[in-house]
């Protein structure tokens, strides 16, 4: 297998980790035309799968411990299935990387929660890595300390994992490790010094570069207008809003079945409708104490990393004495709310049950509908001027009725046909890719079983 260049792009979350996930995939099809591969095994929109392949994500281990790294997912149950995923992940991202065209020189992975991992954990990412590629990159993106904190505060409010907000920084703002120095020492000890490109940002200091003009920069693109970029989304919630949240959180903490994460979602996003604007801010005392602890931390990254300026980041303005102390939320608004997370659960259920009668209807007709609409694809894929929607069709269709093999010549699509494909197309045609290689497997295995039971 030709190896090949891969840029890293490592955190840190909440200074534009998500903005640079959404422009890799948003522009996967630009990208590929210079030669830029994203990929859709690791996970999408951010490749999450291969940071838990990397992490010890169970429970006690620091990973599973840090609220901004697991960010309200569930850690394994046990080593068991912790290692039944890293396997499953590794089958399917060697097929991916087996099958990207030969045009492809550099693949850009992207997940702001690689920062914490441990040294052992970086280590064991290299060591699987290096089957593919035999040059990094690795990318972070640097912000003042209190102010990650600060964006970190809301998100984490909405999963319910923060109080006030100057109880999170006291509490959590010296026990999250954002020691940059140290997070960069543990990549260039496994990587090498060249291959680590940190970056500042800061929107007090002039030219302070944003995340993606910091991966155009990178990439060496130099017309940015064929690619779209998109902008930041720090959640705005106003202190109204998060009090209701926070008395929310206590509500449901004290429900049989935890909120779900579209319930979660749900309730974000009818908060950020409804109570725009800026939230509390900790008082000032709370954000120099997070400075002042990651002081020298801070000094040593400068002068290792940034020699050329006088000050890392820009100063705190102690005369903003922000309102750190939540007031209690407004009666009728908090019931108002936790009435549309009751409707909205009932709403799932029922949903539910009406998919699963319409999936069961599905099922029913398929066998008698295979031969007939199989026919048709293949009439469409010889006629039809968008060749890579009857692709589609009849690579979905043959998968679904499990003739995985015959799915391969239909999956193997021409580079004339990817270029003309929308992000839309390439997404279905990735995750189709993915099934047939897990339908594979399962047939592999009880092929070998059934063969040693005989």
């Known amino acids: 297998m030709t190896k090949r260049r891969a840029i890293i792009h490592i955190g840190a979350p909440f200074v534009g980790g998500s903005p640079i996930s959404r422009f890799l995939r948003e522009n996967r099809v630009a990208l590929r035309k210079q030669g830029f591969y994203f990929p859709a095994s690791p996970g999408q929109p951010a490749h999450r799968r291969l940071v838990l392949f990397a992490a010890n994500f169970l429970p006690g281990m620091p990973f599973a411990r840090n609220v901004i790294a697991n960010f309200a997912m569930p850690p394994y149950a046990d080593p068991a299935e912790q290692e039944a995923a890293r396997r499953e992940f590794q089958d399917d991202f060697r097929a991916e990387m087996a099958s990207m065209p030969e045009s492809m020189h550099t693949v850009l992975l992207c997940a702001e929660q690689f920062m914490f991992l441990e040294a052992g954990e970086v280590e064991q990412l290299a060591f699987f890595l290096?089957?593919?590629?035999?040059?990094?990159?690795?990318?972070?993106?640097?912000?003042?300390?209190?102010?990650?904190?600060?964006?970190?505060?809301?998100?984490?409010?909405?999963?319910?994992?923060?109080?006030?907000?100057?109880d999170f920084f006291q509490q959590d703002g010296q026990n999250l490790n954002l020691d940059y120095a140290d997070i960069l020492a543990r990549w260039t000890a496994v990587f090498g010094d060249g291959a680590v490109k940190p970056w500042v940002y800061d929107p007090g200091i002039p030219g302070s570069v944003d995340a993606p003009g910091m991966m155009l920069s990178l990439l060496g693109v130099t017309d940015g207008n064929s690619f779209s970029l998109p902008q930041r989304r720090v959640p705005s919630i106003s202190r109204a809003g998060q009090s209701i949240l926070k008395e929310l959180n206590e509500a449901l903490a004290a429900l049989p079945e935890p909120l779900d994460r579209t319930g979660r979602r749900f309730l974000f996003a009818s908060?950020?409708?409804?109570?725009?604007?800026?939230?509390?801010?900790?008082?000032?005392?709370?954000?120099?104490?997070?400075?002042?602890h990651y002081a020298d931390a801070n000094e040593t990254l400068r002068q290792t990393w940034f020699p050329e300026r006088s000050q890392l980041f820009g100063p705190i303005d102690s005369s903003d004495t922000g309102d750190s102390v939540?007031?209690?939320?407004?009666?009728?608004?908090?019931?108002?709310?936790?009435?549309?997370?009751?409707?909205?659960?009932?709403?799932?259920?029922?949903?539910?049950?009406?998919?699963?009668?319409?999936?069961?209807?599905?099922?029913?007709?398929?066998?008698?509908?295979?031969?007939?609409?199989?026919?048709?694809?293949?009439?469409?894929?010889?006629?039809?001027r968008r060749h890579i929607r009857a692709r589609i069709n009849l690579a979905k269709l043959l998968i679904d009725g499990g003739k995985t093999e015959q799915?391969?010549?239909?999956?193997?699509?021409?580079?004339?046909?990817?270029?003309?494909?929308?992000?839309?197309?390439?997404?279905?045609?990735?995750?189709?890719?993915?099934?047939?290689?897990r339908l594979k497997r399962s047939s592999a295995k009880a092929a070998q079983a059934s063969a040693k039971g005989n």
Not at 137 to 148: A, F, G, K, S
Not at 271 to 292: C, F, I, N
Not at 427 to 432: V, W
């Open 271 to 292: 908060l950020q409708q409804s109570y725009q604007g800026e939230g509390y801010q900790p008082d000032p005392s709370a954000r120099l104490a997070v400075m002042d």
């Open 326 to 384: 939540m007031a209690p939320a407004e009666p009728r608004a908090l019931l108002r709310l936790f009435a549309d997370v009751v409707v909205l659960s009932a709403k799932n259920e029922r949903q539910l049950e009406s998919e699963k009668s319409f999936l069961e209807g599905l099922l029913h007709l398929r066998e008698k509908a295979q031969q007939k609409a199989e026919r048709r694809f293949r009439m469409a894929l010889s006629s039809d």
């Open 130 to 166: 290096r089957e593919f590629f035999d040059d990094f990159t690795i990318v972070c993106h640097l912000q003042r300390q209190d102010r990650l904190l600060e964006e970190a505060y809301t998100s984490l409010l909405v999963w319910g994992e923060a109080g006030d907000i100057s």
């Open 407 to 437: 799915a391969d010549s239909v999956l193997d699509v021409p580079e004339s046909d990817v270029s003309g494909a929308t992000q839309t197309e390439l997404d279905r045609l990735d995750r189709l890719r993915t099934k047939q290689m």
